[in-house]
């Protein structure tokens, strides 16, 4: 029962940044004009997305996080 569509699952490497990144965040991160406070919100919208999208919305995530030095 194997879709060629599903999702692939976030990466390991990826899953390991985006949790250090939302670990007890009080300000939202702004990717594609929405806010993320926490690991769940941001994982269960980056999953909700294509590949491509995922990798751009990730990247805007990590980006965000590196210019506030975390």
């Given at each position: 029962m194997e879709t060629t569509d599903?999702?692939?699952?976030?990466?390991?490497?990826q899953r390991r940044l985006l949790k250090r990144i939302y670990n007890a965040r009080t300000t939202p991160i702004i990717a594609d004009?929405?806010?993320?406070?926490?690991?769940?919100?941001a994982s269960r919208y980056l999953l909700?997305?294509?590949?491509?999208a995922r990798e751009a919305a990730?990247?805007?995530m990590k980006n965000f996080a590196?210019?506030?030095?975390r």
């Open positions: 599903e999702a692939l699952p976030l990466s390991r490497p004009e929405l806010p993320f406070l926490t690991y769940r919100d909700s997305l294509d590949d491509e990730y990247a805007e590196a210019a506030e030095g």
